[in-house]
Nanobody, 121 residues
């Protein structure tokens, strides 16, 4: 059983910073891309940032220059460093990872439980 656990959410004032973590655990053979998505009420979940297994990154235009995604392959963990936060960054942030399980025959997409980020003065 593969599990993704997020941490690091919370409340911060505009201009502040937060760092989210996403740790994958269980019977894992390899992890391909890892990504962060976010969702606000009444809107679909949207991609914030993605990082491939080789370290190639991609960002939503709205967070370029402010957010940085990284990963530690030895720890099966992805991070999202969020700087210069704005009220419009308020959302539930979800981690996603494409994982080949130790006993699986193919890659499966896994989601974390979500962590709330609130940016407000």
């Amino acid at each position: 059983q593969v599990q993704l656990v997020e941490s690091g959410g919370g409340s911060v004032q505009p201009g502040g910073s937060l760092r989210l973590s996403c740790a994958a655990s269980g019977s894992i053979r390899s992890i391909n891309a890892m990504a962060w998505y976010r969702q606000t009420p009444g809107k679909p979940r949207g991609l914030v940032a993605l990082i491939t297994s080789s370290g190639i990154t991609n960002y939503a235009d709205s967070v370029k220059g402010r957010f940085t995604i990284s990963r530690d392959n030895a720890k099966n963990t992805a991070y999202l460093q969020m700087n210069s936060l704005k009220p419009e960054d308020t959302a539930v942030y979800y981690c996603n990872a494409a994982i080949l399980g130790a006993y699986a025959t193919g890659i499966a997409s896994h989601w974390g439980q979500g962590t709330q980020v609130t940016v407000s003065s």
